[in-house]
């Protein structure tokens, strides 16, 4: 089964930092794309930034500047560093992938199940 699961988030003050990590699993043969979308409360889903395969990376203007996106080809994950965060970046945040998967020969787009992020002081 392919999939992705996601790791960090959680509290943190305005002005901290925080790290995401996701990762493919299961039968890939490589990677087109690895992002991470949000969603506030009472707020439509918003792309935060994706890359590429080749790391050419997309960012949202909301975060330009605080947010570093990167990729690990080999280990088929991604990360999204946060700094200087602020209490609108409040959210649960999505990593998403777009993967070419293995037995059959196939593409799939992935969601993991999201993980929260508050900014609160």
């Known amino acids: 089964q392919v999939q992705l699961v996601e790791s960090g988030g959680g509290f943190v003050q305005p002005g901290g930092s925080l790290r995401l990590s996701c990762a493919a699993s299961g039968s890939i043969a490589g990677i087109d794309t690895m992002g991470w979308y949000r969603q506030a409360p009472g707020k439509e889903r918003e792309l935060v930034a994706q890359i590429t395969s080749v790391n050419s990376p997309n960012y949202a203007d909301s975060v330009k500047g605080r947010f570093t996106i990167s990729i690990d080809n080999a280990k088929n994950t991604v990360n999204l560093q946060m700094n200087s965060l602020k209490p609108e970046d409040t959210a649960v945040y999505y990593c998403?992938?777009?993967?070419?998967?293995?037995?059959?020969?196939?593409?799939?787009?992935?969601w993991g199940q999201g993980t929260p992020v508050t900014v609160s002081s």
């Open positions: 998403t992938a777009v993967v070419v998967a293995t037995r059959p020969l196939r593409r799939l787009e992935l």
